[in-house]
């Protein structure tokens, strides 16, 4: 069949296979075989999301894969593959210690897939609506997850992030809608207006005033879901509270979904040359996430949350790198997203065995794991050397591209950009290292039963990423970086 | 359209506005469900006359969803909720009602001046429209955040959405607009399931909250 | 053959200042008894002491290594190479470009150093105390030494000692407050160096007082008689490089007839005795300061020499 | 073809940690890891000397990897040739020692995997010509040694170093990277070829040129960047302290050669003052932290920093010099720092590579509880005494030659027409004649306590020679301090090449013709040193004086008690220690620069209780500089903590104030 269809049949799966994997997973109550049901499905969309390289569909009005989200479904899918296999160990675990009983494991593979197929629906969505219909479902799932555990900090931490969670829906729905009414006179009513490559080709002739008003709801409403400050208070609970594979998700892909949302609203924007540049924006935006982090990152005392401050500070780097523009820090924020995904999905995985082997997540009772346990010790050290963008690491390479050339444009914003990574770094080598390093505490020693294989692999294509790029990765990056302007 | 019409429509959206005033000055608790649904009685009928006016049939559906759901529906849950919970009936303010009126005049006049210049290429029945629910809206978000009260916090949440579906409604032609509404019924169901479900008490800065700080994390060390 | 005759009087040189040596020690002591109206020791009981040390067996400290063996024939070497580089009667012969004048001081240096380790070497109280204010002082007064050295090689343009002499034979030079400044400094800094009142003194024989004796105090025999010769050396060192940059008069040039010689043997004699009496004059007239008066008195003379020096650079563009 | 023979040699290198991060824990792997690490580095040697002494031109190569569109960048010219002798000099020393020293290692699996790993990231680094593969290598660099430091990360102050010099090192890098950011441009013209061709403006260049003295300063330890460097030095492994101490801040002073005199075209004549200034005060402050230490690695720690700071008064007149034209006398300036650079290089290595001799015999670095170690370890001991002279100029040895050359330039630089640096030179000549007596009363002390005297502890009394290889590694540096010292010339010779590419060609006479080789390095100035005169003149004398007095004289010896001025057999305790040895120094000095106070308990009489000193010191750079830095993040963070404990109506009117604020923005902004 021509390469077309087969990119049609790749969406369906994508989108199908979960939402059906979701209603099937309901069903099943053997928590072994739900876990590898879950891994299949995630399989299945992985091999979907590969055969979209070969084989693109053309573009309808409510779906479409285009440079920009081809490779973020790509990433979204192996993140949730590796999560799922990571999470079949993990579960175990959680069901040996009691934290977890069958039932909810049950709802937590359905609403793992569920969670899978919104952020798919999410990537591919050709129209705003749609687009944000698949946020709010995504929303909504995590809630569900994040609650999981049913104590009072996880209860607590899951009715925060719903709060706060629905109003940045409600006003990323006001936005869309403006957006809607700016394109309606210029495209007509009905679906097309709300078509994402419609409006691409016709933005220039919107009315820039009403595009301005829609891009501050969509920057305030989507940006509360990618955790920018002053946006951002639901994030360190929900990542600390819910399952670790959760976190992993959350961190790796939904602020990466979030985010990306933002971002095709600002090709809209720039498309538009009368409308405000919505550059200083997120410049301040990201300054403030990215010294705010670096400052809270001192004081945490929960592993995941250190890591989950250490999430709000990289998406400022990010919404920094595209404020700032232009083709290397574009590039440099579409680099940084997709290996902060990668990095901070292995941290938490690493997180999560060291939580099980030492039963706590307290920065101040783990010590010295590189004695005790060398694997998950120098794996820990790895990633935040990776995360803290130091080499041989890739996300060196996205921090040395957004620096310079932010120096080189505008030294004054380069010097508070430099000082929240200075700052971030310290903060957060000084509470990892008596984690890593250290004379080891007495407690009994208990063995990594889970497979390491995907923190692994994580860092493999991170350290990979150091000194190597695949071309056409490289040319999408490039052909998104000159759309985003 | 005919100036008649537009009149209906204008006088429907604004008195959204004022119920939203309304809401504000409220200090009973079962006060403000009862003006929530009058709200949200106002929403059905604006939303109804949008579809009549704009000829867009899936509208009624939208109207419908307001008048069983939220004007009947919810409020009822609520009653129930405040009952079982035995929540304090009064409302705690942070400000005082003075005060959240003026605030609120304040944000009305920002929601115009925001609006009225904008969108001369959409039609003035949108436009005042956008203008009402954008009023609507950041009233929505003062009632939110000036109610130390979980169900006001949640009525708050649900008049703001109410101007959200006044915006859609408000723009011709917009698609998918039964399925937000849908949609957000789902959410502010899930909401109201929560309050059930958490057993949030009635206070969000309460003394048991502070009590999960402590579950979160040590405070000062 | 007038080359070899060239060495010839480089040799002279070695052995006149190894010979003279003694006598000045001798000679500063007995000017310094009459002054007190003692009748004191013939100038020449330095060569006498020195005999005899030699003769004597040596004993050596249980806890004394190799390199205390060693260290007096090091010391004694750089001393006597230091001081057989400095011009005394003739200037400009043939090995006087092996080292200039911050070599000289480099050389004294390294003479410093092993005599402090030596002093260390035993392990004893007395011998830590002398070597740590022996470089304390040293550490003050090299510093005050290359200032001046930088005086002089900014006025004549090098640091070589016999251009630097011939270059203050010519009249130009004229009287400048630098030069003045240098040689306070200089004279400062050889009384540190030498060991004389009011910063030490050679004839004290209470332990506490001393630095240069406390260091040698375990040395017997031939050591110590080596390290006095030394230390003899090094005064005679000082006084003919004040009187080779101060008073270069009567010098000979090399390759000058015997007679030029002469008349440089005996005015370099001459300076010598007038340096000796002036050196006991100022000895008998001051009183000895505490140890640790020593480092403002040092640190007075480096900004004496950090003063001539930047009066030289500042006026060398004027 | 060198070139890609050395990338070759720096990846086999990587593949041997790789290597040894399985086999770490089998009894071979030591040695061979050592031995590969020796090959490697003793063909790279060769290589770089071949092509600096060849006189090749410059060989570039490019390979498709780094940043996408540009691909990684190497250049080997005469400049990164002869440090390449420099690192991989101490790098195949340090491996020979680790052959035997190595075996003595707790934990190797710690050591062996990143040890080739940093020689590595050290070639590599010299080989970068490109601004990303630049700072790439350099951060590996730090990294490896950051692994390296923490290698003994159970003493507390070990890890503590390991934080406070990794932080550091992102600070450096981060201070590069913006003046690269500067060079290369708003396009990113990243490879060195376009940053040359590029020419910056004056205030451009002048940013760049403080940020390159942050960053390269901040590696090297230039005060007050300094702070880590003698608390992570010591704390590694010795052979790798002697390669961060000899080797790696050799690098980190390339980097700024590299940027302040190829890269950044024509200086400004006050870049120089500011480095001149730097270079002085580091080069007085480093060794009088060093009087005071007691810990003899971190005694040398601190010297590093002096001859840092010497090294940079070398580059400030070279600077000061070209911003002039006075292209003859910055040669002279260039030639005396890159020989401090060569002659550093060789004494530091030989002396880190002693004190670990020191630790393996007695476990000990404390030099109050060592002492004697002369009896029990003779080799070692002279290999260190050499040593000890050659870092305190002494001559003949090396060090002496390269602070002769630098004095020599800083009397030529009268000439320099800017008022600020004629007050300022001579200021800072003073200050390096200070550092260098003060040196040598440092290691008097160092060596002194060490090594003579009588065993202060049990540990250094059973004290045994150390093991072979280490001696030889130990011998064969001695040896070079020695040749470099009365062979001079020829090591200027060496150099010229790399002069002539920093300073347009100028370049020092060539000096092997000279008679008796003889260091004539301006012809003008007649200043002349010959090194190899004053060693044979100083043989002859003490051997002759020695043949004499043993012909004619006494040659008997009797072995008896320490007289010590009739109290004999005192207990060891009566030893002087290194506080006491530093004593006046801390009176004359101390009490100006570390505010050090003194205090004397001493009991009443019949009291049992011992009399006690205290000395207190501060550390001025410490307490003003980086103290209130933290303390303000501490403070900060702790007022921004409350954030993390709001109730969600205050998250929501976060919120809230954003829109209205954004709003109103909107409204005021058309």
């Given at each position: 069949?021509?390469?077309?269809?087969?990119?049609l049949?790749?969406?369906?799966?994508?989108?199908?296979?979960?939402?059906?994997?979701?209603?099937?997973?309901?069903?099943?109550?053997?928590y072994?075989?739900?876990?590898?049901?879950?891994?299949?499905?995630?399989?299945?969309?992985?091999?979907?999301?590969?055969?979209?390289?070969?084989a693109?569909?053309?573009?309808?009005?409510y779906?479409?894969?285009?440079?920009?989200?081809?490779?973020?479904?790509?990433?979204?899918?192996?993140?949730?593959?590796t999560?799922?296999?990571?999470?079949?160990?993990?579960?175990?675990?959680?069901?040996?210690?009691?934290?977890?009983?069958?039932?909810?494991l049950?709802?937590?593979?359905?609403?793992?897939?569920?969670?899978?197929?919104?952020?798919?629906l999410?990537?591919?969505?050709?129209?705003?609506?749609?687009?944000?219909?698949?946020?709010?479902?995504?929303?909504l799932?995590?809630?569900?997850?994040?609650?999981?555990?049913?104590?009072h900090?996880?209860?607590?931490?899951?009715?925060?992030?719903?709060?706060?969670?629905?109003?940045?829906?409600?006003?990323?729905?006001?936005?869309?809608?403006?957006?809607?009414?700016?394109?309606?006179?210029?495209?007509?009513?009905g679906?097309?207006?709300?078509?994402?490559?419609?409006?691409i080709?016709?933005?220039?002739?919107?009315?820039?005033?009403?595009?301005?008003?829609?891009?501050?709801?969509?920057?305030?409403?989507?940006?509360?879901?990618?955790?920018l400050?002053?946006?951002?208070a639901?994030?360190?609970?929900?990542?600390?509270?819910?399952?670790?594979?959760?976190?992993?998700?959350?961190?790796?892909?939904?602020?990466?979904?979030?985010?990306?949302?933002?971002?095709?609203?600002?090709?809209?924007?720039?498309?538009?040359?009368?409308?405000?540049?919505?550059?200083?924006?997120?410049?301040?935006?990201?300054?403030?996430?990215?010294?705010?982090?670096?400052?809270?990152?001192?004081?945490?005392?929960?592993?995941?949350?250190?890591?989950?401050?250490?999430s709000?500070?990289?998406?400022?780097?990010?919404?920094?790198a595209?404020?700032?523009?232009?083709?290397?820090?574009?590039?440099?924020?579409?680099?940084?997203?997709?290996?902060?995904?990668?990095?901070?999905?292995?941290?938490?995985?690493?997180v999560?065995?060291?939580?099980?082997?030492?039963?706590?997540?307290?920065?101040?009772?783990?010590r010295?794991l590189?004695?005790?346990?060398?694997?998950?010790?120098?794996?820990l050290v790895?990633?935040?050397?990776?995360?803290?963008?130091?080499?041989?690491?890739?996300?060196f390479?996205?921090e040395?591209?957004?620096?310079?050339?932010?120096?080189?444009?505008?030294?004054?914003?380069?010097?508070?950009?430099?000082?929240?990574?200075?700052?971030?770094?310290?903060?957060?080598?000084?509470?990892?290292?008596?984690?890593?390093?250290?004379?080891?505490?007495?407690?009994?020693?208990?063995?990594?039963?889970?497979?390491?294989?995907?923190v692994?692999?994580?860092?493999?294509l991170?350290?990979?990423?150091?000194?190597?790029?695949p071309?056409?990765?490289?040319?999408w990056?490039?052909?998104?970086?000159?759309?985003?302007? | 359209?005919?100036?008649?019409?537009?009149?209906?429509?204008?006088?429907?959206?604004?008195?959204?506005?004022?119920?939203?005033?309304?809401?504000?000055?409220?200090?009973?608790?079962?006060?403000?469900?009862?003006?929530?649904?009058?709200?949200?009685l106002?929403?059905?009928?604006?939303?109804?006359?949008?579809?009549?006016?704009?000829?867009?049939?899936h509208?009624y559906?939208?109207?419908?969803?307001?008048?069983?759901?939220k004007?009947?529906?919810?409020?009822?849950?609520?009653?129930?909720?405040?009952?079982?919970?035995?929540?304090?009936?009064?409302?705690?303010?942070?400000?005082?009602?003075?005060?959240?009126?003026?605030?609120?005049?304040?944000?009305?006049?920002?929601?115009?001046?925001?609006?009225?210049?904008?969108?001369?290429?959409?039609d003035?029945?949108?436009?005042?429209?956008?203008?009402?629910?954008?009023?609507?809206?950041?009233?929505?978000?003062?009632?939110?955040?000036?109610?130390?009260?979980?169900?006001?916090?949640?009525?708050?949440?649900?008049?703001?959405?109410?101007?959200?579906?006044?915006?859609?409604?408000?723009?011709?032609?917009?698609?998918?607009?039964?399925?937000?509404?849908?949609?957000?019924?789902?959410?502010?169901?899930?909401i109201?399931?929560?309050?059930?479900?958490?057993?949030?008490?009635?206070?969000?800065?309460?003394?048991?909250?502070?009590?999960?700080d402590?579950?979160?994390?040590?405070r000062?060390? | 053959?007038?080359?070899?005759?060239?060495?010839?009087?480089?040799?002279?040189q070695?052995?006149?200042?190894?010979?003279?040596?003694?006598?000045?020690?001798?000679?500063?002591?007995?000017?310094k008894?009459?002054?007190?109206r003692?009748?004191?020791?013939?100038?020449?009981?330095?060569?006498?002491?020195?005999?005899?040390?030699?003769?004597?067996?040596?004993?050596l400290?249980?806890?004394?290594?190799?390199?205390?063996?060693?260290?007096?024939?090091?010391i004694?070497?750089?001393?006597?190479?230091?001081?057989?580089?400095?011009?005394?009667?003739?200037?400009?012969?043939?090995?006087?470009?092996?080292?200039?004048l911050?070599?000289?001081?480099?050389?004294?240096?390294?003479?410093?150093?092993?005599?402090?380790?030596a002093?260390?070497?035993?392990?004893?109280?007395?011998?830590?105390?002398?070597?740590s204010?022996?470089?304390m002082?040293?550490?003050?007064?090299?510093?005050?030494?290359?200032?001046?050295?930088?005086?002089l090689s900014?006025?004549?343009?090098?640091?070589?000692?016999?251009?630097?002499?011939?270059?203050m034979?010519?009249?130009?030079?004229?009287?400048?407050?630098?030069?003045?400044?240098?040689?306070?400094a200089?004279?400062?800094?050889?009384?540190?160096?030498?060991?004389?009142?009011?910063?030490?003194?050679?004839a004290?024989?209470?332990?506490?007082?001393m630095?240069?004796?406390?260091?040698?105090?375990?040395?017997?025999?031939?050591?110590?008689?080596?390290?006095e010769?030394?230390?003899?050396?090094?005064?005679?060192l000082?006084?003919?490089?004040?009187?080779?940059?101060?008073a270069?008069?009567?010098?000979a040039?090399?390759?000058?007839?015997?007679?030029?010689?002469?008349?440089?043997?005996?005015?370099?004699?001459?300076?010598?005795?007038?340096?000796?009496?002036?050196?006991a004059?100022f000895?008998?007239?001051?009183?000895?300061?505490?140890?640790?008066?020593?480092g403002?008195?040092?640190?007075?003379?480096?900004?004496?020499?950090?003063?001539?020096?930047?009066?030289?650079?500042?006026?060398?563009?004027? | 073809?060198?070139?890609?023979?050395?990338l070759?040699?720096?990846?086999?290198?990587?593949?041997?940690?790789?290597?040894?991060?399985?086999?770490?824990?089998?009894?071979?792997?030591?040695?061979?890891?050592?031995?590969?690490?020796?090959?490697?580095?003793?063909?790279?040697?060769?290589?770089?000397?071949?092509?600096?002494?060849?006189?090749?031109?410059?060989?570039?190569?490019?390979?498709?990897?780094g940043?996408p569109?540009?691909?990684?960048?190497?250049?080997l010219?005469?400049?990164?040739?002869?440090?390449?002798?420099?690192?991989?000099?101490g790098?195949?020393?340090?491996s020979?020692?680790?052959?035997?020293y190595?075996?003595?290692?707790?934990?190797?699996?710690?050591?062996?995997?990143f040890?080739?790993?940093?020689?590595?990231?050290?070639?590599?680094?010299?080989?970068?010509?490109?601004?990303?593969t630049?700072?790439?290598v350099?951060?590996?660099?730090?990294?490896?040694?950051?692994?390296?430091?923490?290698?003994?990360?159970?003493?507390?102050?070990?890890?503590?170093?390991?934080?406070?010099?990794?932080?550091?090192?992102?600070?450096?890098?981060?201070?590069?990277?913006?003046?690269?950011?500067?060079?290369?441009?708003?396009?990113?013209?990243?490879?060195?070829?376009?940053?040359?061709?590029?020419?910056?403006?004056?205030?451009?260049?002048?940013?760049?040129?403080?940020?390159?003295l942050?960053?390269?300063?901040?590696?090297?330890?230039?005060?007050?960047?300094?702070?880590?460097?003698?608390l992570?030095?010591?704390?590694?492994p010795?052979?790798?302290s002697?390669?961060?101490?000899?080797?790696?801040?050799?690098?980190?002073?390339?980097?700024?050669?590299?940027?302040?005199?190829?890269?950044?075209?024509?200086?400004?004549?006050?870049?120089?003052?500011?480095?001149?200034?730097?270079?002085?005060?580091?080069?007085?402050?480093?060794?009088?932290?060093?009087?005071?230490?007691?810990?003899?690695?971190?005694?040398?720690?601190?010297?590093?920093?002096?001859?840092?700071?010497?090294?940079?008064?070398?580059?400030?007149l070279?600077?000061?010099?070209?911003?002039?034209?006075?292209?003859?006398?910055?040669?002279?300036?260039?030639?005396?720092?890159?020989?401090?650079?060569?002659?550093?290089?060789?004494?530091?290595?030989?002396?880190?590579?002693?004190?670990?001799?020191?630790?393996?015999?007695?476990?000990?670095?404390?030099?109050d509880?060592?002492?004697?170690?002369?009896?029990?370890?003779p080799?070692?001991?002279?290999?260190?005494?050499?040593?000890?002279?050659?870092?305190?100029?002494?001559?003949?040895?090396?060090?002496?030659?390269?602070?002769?050359?630098?004095?020599?330039?800083?009397?030529?630089?009268?000439?320099?027409?800017?008022w600020?640096?004629?007050?300022?030179?001579?200021?800072v000549?003073?200050?390096?004649?200070?550092?260098?007596?003060?040196?040598?009363?440092?290691?008097?002390?160092?060596?002194?306590?060490?090594?003579?005297?009588?065993?202060?502890?049990?540990?250094a009394?059973?004290?045994?020679?150390?093991d072979r290889?280490?001696?030889?590694?130990?011998?064969?540096?001695?040896?070079?301090?020695?040749?470099a010292?009365?062979?001079?010339?020829?090591?200027?010779?060496?150099?010229?090449?790399?002069?002539?590419?920093?300073?347009?060609?100028?370049r020092?006479?060539?000096?092997?013709?000279?008679?008796?080789?003889?260091?004539?390095?301006v012809?003008?100035?007649?200043?002349?040193?010959?090194?190899?005169?004053?060693?044979?003149?100083?043989?002859?004398?003490?051997?002759?004086?020695a043949l004499?007095?043993?012909?004619?004289?006494?040659a008997?010896?009797?072995?008896?008690?320490?007289?010590?001025?009739?109290?004999?057999?005192?207990?060891?305790?009566?030893?002087?220690?290194?506080?006491?040895?530093?004593?006046?120094?801390?009176?004359?000095?101390?009490?100006?620069?570390?505010?050090?106070?003194?205090?004397?308990?001493m009991?009443?009489?019949?009291?049992l209780r011992p009399?006690?000193?205290?000395?207190?010191l501060?550390?001025?750079?410490?307490?003003?500089?980086y103290?209130?830095i933290?303390?303000?993040?501490?403070?900060?963070?702790?007022?921004?903590?409350?954030?993390q404990?709001?109730?969600?109506?205050?998250?929501?009117?976060?919120?809230?104030?954003?829109?209205?604020?954004?709003?109103?923005?909107?409204?005021?902004?058309?």
């Open positions: 069949m021509s390469g077309a269809d087969l990119g049949v790749a969406m369906v799966v994508l989108l199908g296979v979960p939402a059906g994997a979701a209603l099937l997973l309901v069903l099943v109550s053997d072994r075989r739900g876990a590898r049901l879950n891994v299949g499905a995630a399989l299945l969309c992985l091999l979907a999301a590969v055969t979209l390289f070969q693109r569909p053309e573009a309808n009005l779906l479409r894969v285009d440079d920009f989200n081809i490779y973020l479904i790509a990433l979204n899918n192996w993140v949730s593959f999560t799922s296999v990571f999470s079949a160990g993990y579960i175990a675990h959680e069901l040996e210690t009691g934290r977890l009983t069958p039932a909810y049950r709802f937590y593979h359905a609403m793992y897939q569920a969670l899978l197929f919104a952020m798919n999410a990537l591919l969505a050709n129209n705003i609506g749609l687009l944000w219909v698949a946020i709010e479902l995504a929303t799932v995590t809630v569900l997850m994040v609650g999981l555990y049913r104590t900090a996880a209860l607590e931490a899951a009715w925060k992030y719903f709060i706060l969670g629905s109003l940045g829906i409600a006003l990323a729905l006001f936005g869309t809608i403006l957006v809607y009414l700016a394109a309606q006179p210029v495209i007509g009513q679906l097309p207006a709300m078509a994402w490559d419609r409006l080709a016709r933005a220039d002739a919107f009315d820039p005033a009403l595009l301005n008003l829609a891009f501050v709801f969509l920057l305030l409403g989507y940006g509360t879901k990618a955790g400050v002053p946006l951002h639901w994030l360190p609970d929900a990542h600390a509270e819910g399952p670790t594979p959760i976190s992993a998700v959350l961190s790796g892909l939904l602020l990466n979904v979030a985010l990306y949302a933002v971002l095709r609203f600002k090709m809209l924007m720039s498309a538009n040359p009368s409308a405000l540049a919505p550059g200083p924006l997120m410049v301040i935006l990201g300054l403030l996430s990215l010294l705010f982090a670096g400052l809270m990152l001192y004081r945490r005392g929960d592993i995941k949350r250190l890591f989950a401050y250490s709000i500070e990289h998406m400022g780097i990010i919404t920094f595209f404020g700032m523009g232009g083709p290397l820090a574009n590039f440099a924020g579409l680099l940084h997203m997709t290996l902060h995904s990668l990095t901070k999905s292995a941290i938490f995985f690493t999560g065995h060291i939580s099980q082997v030492k039963g706590t997540q307290r920065i101040s009772t783990i010295g590189t004695v005790t346990h060398p694997t998950l010790g120098w794996g790895a990633g935040a050397i990776a995360i803290a963008g130091m080499p041989p690491f890739g996300v390479m996205s040395f591209l957004v620096v310079s050339s932010t120096f080189a444009r505008q030294p004054l914003l380069a010097l508070p950009l430099v000082v929240g990574l200075l700052l971030a770094f310290g903060t957060l080598l000084w509470r990892l290292h008596g984690v890593a390093f250290g004379q080891p505490d007495r407690a009994a020693f208990v063995p990594v039963r889970a497979s390491t294989l995907p692994t692999v994580h860092l493999t991170v350290l990979v990423a150091g000194f190597w790029l071309e056409p990765l490289v040319a990056f490039r052909h998104v970086a000159a759309l985003l302007g | 359209m005919h100036g008649l019409a537009f009149d209906i429509a204008h006088f429907l959206a604004g008195g959204m506005v004022v119920a939203s005033f309304l809401l504000l000055y409220q200090d009973r608790l079962y006060a403000l469900i009862h003006v929530f649904a009058l709200h949200s106002v929403l059905a009928l604006a939303v109804g006359w949008q579809a009549a006016v704009q000829g867009a049939h509208l559906i939208t109207a419908g969803i307001a008048l069983v759901f004007a009947i529906v919810i409020p009822v849950a609520l009653h129930r909720i405040v009952r079982r919970l035995g929540i304090h009936r009064t409302l705690e303010t942070v400000g005082g009602v003075g005060r959240d009126m003026l605030a609120g005049t304040g944000l009305v006049a920002l929601a115009i001046l925001v609006m009225l210049p904008v969108t001369t290429a959409a003035a029945l949108a436009r005042e429209d956008l203008a009402f629910a954008l009023a609507v809206v950041l009233l929505g978000l003062l009632l939110m955040v000036t109610r130390r009260n979980a169900v006001s916090l949640v009525i708050g949440f649900m008049s703001l959405e109410n101007g959200l579906v006044l915006a859609a409604a408000g723009a011709r032609g917009m698609p998918l607009a039964v399925e937000i509404s849908v949609a957000f019924s789902v959410l502010i169901a899930m109201v399931i929560g309050i059930f479900l958490f057993r949030i008490r009635e206070r969000f800065d309460s003394v048991d909250m502070q009590a999960m402590t579950f979160r994390e040590e000062r060390r | 053959m007038a080359l070899t005759a060239d060495y010839g009087v480089q040799g002279c070695m052995l006149l200042t190894l010979l003279l040596a003694p006598l000045l020690t001798g000679f500063v002591r007995t000017l008894a009459r002054l007190l003692r009748r004191g020791p013939t100038p020449l009981q330095p060569y006498r002491d020195l005999l005899k040390l030699l003769r004597k067996d040596v004993v400290a249980d806890s004394a290594s190799w390199l205390f063996r060693v260290a007096p024939y090091l004694f070497a750089a001393i006597w190479v230091a001081a057989s580089l400095v011009p005394t009667f003739a200037s400009g012969l043939p090995f006087s470009w092996t080292a200039d911050i070599a000289i001081v480099a050389l004294l240096g390294t003479a410093r150093f092993f005599l402090a380790l002093g260390l070497d035993v392990g004893t109280s007395f011998g830590g105390i002398g070597a204010r022996e470089m002082i040293a550490s003050l007064a090299e510093p005050a030494m290359l200032m001046m050295v930088f005086t900014l006025l004549a343009g090098t640091t070589e000692l016999s251009a630097v002499a011939r270059f034979l010519n009249a130009d030079v004229g009287l400048r407050v630098s030069l003045a400044l240098a040689l306070l200089l004279l400062m800094v050889a009384i540190a160096e030498n060991a004389r009142i009011p910063v030490d003194n050679p004290t024989h209470l332990e506490l007082t630095v240069h004796e406390a260091m040698v105090l375990e040395y017997s025999g031939r050591h110590l008689a080596l390290i010769l030394a230390a003899s050396l090094k005064l005679l000082y006084l003919s490089l004040t009187a080779c940059i101060f270069p008069w009567g010098m040039t090399a390759g000058a007839g015997p007679l030029d010689y002469l008349v440089g043997v005996v005015a370099y004699l001459a300076k010598l005795a007038t340096g000796g009496l002036l050196l004059l000895e008998t007239s001051i009183a000895k300061m505490r140890v640790f008066r020593v403002e008195f040092l640190g007075a003379a480096l900004m004496l020499g950090l003063l001539g020096t930047l009066l030289l650079f500042v006026s060398r563009s004027l | 073809m060198p070139l890609s023979l050395s070759g040699l720096a990846m086999a290198l990587l593949a041997v940690g790789l290597h040894a991060i399985a086999a770490s824990r089998r009894a071979g792997c030591t040695r061979q890891v050592y031995g590969v690490s020796l090959a490697v580095c003793i063909i790279l040697l060769g290589m770089a000397l071949a092509h600096l002494l060849g006189g090749r031109t410059p060989i570039t190569l490019t390979l498709p990897i940043l569109w540009l691909g990684a960048h190497f250049r010219d005469a400049l990164s040739a002869f440090f390449l002798i420099v690192v991989n000099l790098g195949a020393v340090a020979l020692f680790a052959l035997g190595g075996q003595h290692e707790k934990t190797p699996e710690r050591v062996l995997p040890y080739p790993a940093f020689l590595a990231g050290m070639n590599l680094v010299l080989l970068a010509d490109d601004a990303f630049f700072l790439f350099w951060e590996f660099m730090s990294l490896s040694s950051w692994a390296l430091v923490m290698a003994h990360h159970r003493e507390p102050a070990n890890a503590r170093a390991g934080y406070l010099y990794l932080v550091m090192a992102c600070f450096g890098t981060l201070a590069l990277l913006l003046a690269f950011g500067l060079l290369a441009g708003p396009d990113g013209g990243y490879d060195f070829a376009a940053i040359r061709a590029a020419q910056a403006t004056p205030g451009a260049a002048a940013l760049v040129l403080a940020l390159a942050a960053g390269a300063g901040s590696k090297a330890g230039l005060v007050p960047l300094h702070v880590w460097l003698p992570a030095h010591p704390a590694a010795s052979h790798v002697a390669l961060m101490s000899g080797v790696m801040t050799k690098v980190a002073v390339y980097g700024f050669i590299r940027i302040a005199f190829d890269l950044l075209g024509a200086p400004a004549w006050w870049w120089g003052g500011l480095v001149l200034a730097l270079g002085g005060i580091t080069a007085v402050l480093g060794v009088l932290y060093a009087l005071m230490q007691h810990d003899l690695k971190r005694l040398l720690a601190y010297h590093t920093v002096e001859n840092i700071g010497i090294i940079f008064i070398g580059l400030g070279a600077l000061a010099f070209q911003a002039n034209h006075m292209y003859a006398n910055a040669a002279l300036a260039l030639t005396a720092a890159l020989f401090h650079i060569f002659n550093h290089s060789l004494f530091k290595s030989l002396l880190f590579l002693g004190t670990g001799a020191v630790l393996t015999a007695t476990g000990e670095r404390d030099m509880r060592l002492g004697g170690l002369i009896h029990p370890m080799w070692t001991a002279l290999a260190f005494l050499i040593g000890a002279a050659a870092i305190s100029a002494l001559p003949p040895l090396n060090g002496f030659v390269s602070e002769w050359l630098t004095f020599q330039a800083i009397l030529a630089s009268p000439e320099l027409p800017q600020p640096l004629k007050f300022l030179v001579p200021a000549g003073a200050l390096l004649a200070l550092s260098a007596a003060l040196a040598a009363t440092c290691f008097v002390k160092a060596f002194g306590i060490t090594f003579l005297g009588r065993p202060r502890s049990p540990a009394a059973g004290a045994r020679e150390t290889y280490s001696l030889v590694a130990l011998f064969v540096l001695a040896v070079l301090c020695l040749l010292g009365i062979l001079p010339g020829l090591v200027v010779d060496g150099l010229s090449p790399v002069v002539s590419v920093l300073n347009g060609g100028a020092l006479t060539a000096q092997s013709s000279q008679p008796w080789l003889t260091l004539v390095p012809v003008d100035v007649k200043s002349t040193y010959n090194g190899l005169l004053v060693l044979l003149f100083m043989a002859f004398s003490g051997t002759g004086a004499l007095i043993h012909r004619f004289a006494s008997a010896a009797r072995r008896g008690p320490a007289w010590d001025c009739g109290f004999p057999e005192a207990s060891p305790a009566t030893q002087y220690t290194a506080g006491s040895f530093a004593q006046p120094i801390r009176r004359v000095f101390g009490s100006v620069v570390f505010q050090a106070r003194e205090r004397v308990f009991p009443p009489p019949g009291d009399a006690r000193l205290e000395v207190e501060h550390d001025p750079v410490w307490e003003r500089g103290a209130p933290i303390t303000a993040v501490v403070a900060l963070s702790s007022r921004f903590n409350a954030f404990y709001l109730t969600i109506r205050r998250y929501l009117s976060l919120v809230f104030g954003a829109l209205v604020l954004l709003l109103l923005g909107m409204v005021l902004w058309r």
